[in-house]
C-alpha cells in the first residue's frame, strides 16, 4: 500500500466493506487519470491482481505491480469476470501486458 500510495498517487483505496472482502481479497483501490480509470483489488498472498477499466490503465498498472513481486512468484492477473487469465512475466512491460490482454 505504501507503494501504491506513493508510485499511484491519485490511488484511493476502497474499504473493505464497500469491496466485499473474503478470503481471496484483501485491498482494493481505484485510480483514475486523464479521463481513464481503473478500479482494482489484490489477492491476499499477493500473487494476483483483477483490474477493470481502461485497457492501457490495467496494463500499466500490471506491469508496475509484477515489477514489486520477486522473480520466482507467479503473477495472475485476470478481471473480476474472468473473460481473461494471464500469467503476467517478471520484467514485463505495459506493451507486454497489453499484448497479453489482446492474445488471451
Avoid: C, H, K, N
Avoid at 473493505?16 to 484483501?26: H, K, N, S, Y
Avoid at 498472498?45 to 477493470?52: P, T
Avoid at 520477486?70 to 503473477?75: A, C, F
Amino acid at each position: 500500500m505504501t507503494r501504491l500510495s506513493t508510485d499511484w498517487p491519485g490511488a484511493t483505496l476502497v474499504p473493505a466493506a464497500e469491496m466485499g472482502v473474503t478470503r481471496q481479497r484483501d485491498v482494493g483501490w481505484t485510480y483514475a487519470e486523464d479521463g481513464a480509470d481503473i478500479e482494482g483489488w489484490s489477492a491476499t498472498d499477493g500473487s494476483g491482481i483483477s483490474l477493470e477499466g481502461d485497457d492501457d490503465l490495467t496494463a500499466r498498472f500490471a506491469a508496475w505491480y509484477r515489477s514489486l513481486v520477486p522473480d520466482g512468484i507467479t503473477v495472475r492477473f485476470s478481471d473480476e469476470m474472468y473473460s481473461f487469465d494471464v500469467e503476467v512475466p517478471a520484467g514485463a512491460s505495459p506493451g507486454e501486458v497489453a499484448e497479453l490482454l489482446r492474445t488471451s
